[in-house]
Every structure is written in structure tokens, then in C-alpha cells.
């Protein structure tokens, strides 16, 4: 059963990131430059994944979300990029 929790104004991601690692949570950021593809990682049921997706302009802030996980997403041709909500949804 999916029931994605989104978090909205929470605080800055420098205090979040730490806290849901602590409570054990898989932390995975959507980075071009990983070399984990998104298609090859695999939740375990009962596992709880924080997914953090950076917009289009500056992408994620490293400096807060560094211990996360990186995935990337597969893109074919002569396709560079995705828009931050098309990469959300294809990751969920």
C-alpha cells in the first residue's frame, strides 16, 4: 500500500536531514550525476524513504542533504534534464 507523507515548512534541511536519518529513515536525493539508477534501487516493505528533489535552477543544497543517497534517473536521447515535479513523480 503507497501513502506518500509530504513534508512542507519543516525548518531548514540542515536540521531535517539529521533528524530523519536518527529516526531511521533512507534519505535518497534525485541527482543527473549519480551512478545509482532510481530503477535499480528497491525498498523493502516496512523500509521509510525520505525522497529529496532539487528545482530546476540551483538543484539540491549538498551542503544539507550530502549523507543522502543518490539516484538518478535513466534519460535517453538527447534529453539533458527533467522538470523537478516530472523527475518527483517518475521517482514515486
Known sequence: CFHPKAAAEVGPAAELAPTLHSAGWK?????????????????????????????????????????????????????ESLNASISGAIAL
Open 27 to 79: 534519505v535518497l536525493a534525485l541527482d543527473a550525476g549519480a551512478t545509482q539508477e532510481l530503477h535499480d534501487f528497491r525498498a523493502q516493505p516496512g523500509d521509510r524513504v525520505a525522497l529529496v528533489v532539487g528545482n530546476e535552477s540551483s538543484g539540491i543544497d549538498w551542503g544539507a542533504w550530502g549523507s543522502a543517497g543518490r539516484l538518478r534517473i535513466a534519460m535517453h536521447g538527447r534529453v
